[in-house]
């Protein structure tokens, strides 16, 4: 058996001269909650980075991934801002803040909807 449990499928392949290549499959995330904590740590990255768009976009899937996870809606409304996606920034920071009023985020989120011109 090949190494690393590939198996031949996954070598180009030759038949009267032309060659082709077969797809192979990578294993799927487990579980929602793992795909989201993936997401999370990548945008965080990204957005230590400076690369606030790779940042929003990971946020946003890791939204779409748990939405009932306030540090996702907080990701992603810092994010937006970097982007001066104002108004996307602002109902994320809201969100957040009715998610969990009491998070660690909060002093941060309000300082956000401050500099975003909203109460």
Same mark, same amino acid.
């Given at each position: 058996?090949?190494? #690393?449990? /590939?198996? $031949?499928?996954?070598?180009?392949? +030759? ?6 290549? @077969?797809?192979?499959? !990578?294993?799927? @995330?487990? $579980?929602? #909650? ?5 997401? !999370? ?6 957005? +230590?980075?400076? *690369?606030?768009? =790779? ?5 946003? *899937?890791? &939204?779409? +991934? @748990?939405? %009932? %996870? ?5 990701? !992603? ?12 920034? &602002?109902? /994320?920071?809201? @969100?957040?803040?009715?998610? #969990?009023? %009491?998070? $660690?985020? &909060?002093? =941060?989120?309000? !300082? ?8």
């Amino acid at each position: 058996m090949p190494p #690393d449990g /590939e198996d $031949d499928r996954s070598k180009k392949t +030759s038949t009267g001269g032309s060659s082709r290549f @077969v797809r192979k499959h !990578l294993p799927k @995330v487990e $579980d929602k #909650d793992t795909r989201e904590a993936q997401d !999370l740590e990548i945008s965080r990255y990204y957005a +230590s980075t400076g *690369d606030f768009n =790779a940042a929003y976009l990971r946020a946003k *899937d890791a &939204v779409a +991934s @748990v939405a %009932d %996870d306030p540090e996702a809606h907080f990701l !992603l409304a810092g994010a937006a801002a970097k982007m001066k996606k104002n108004d996307e920034a &602002v109902a /994320e920071y809201k @969100v957040y803040l009715t998610m #969990d009023p %009491d998070g $660690d985020h &909060v002093k =941060a989120a309000l !300082l956000g909807l401050k500099e975003l011109g909203s109460k």
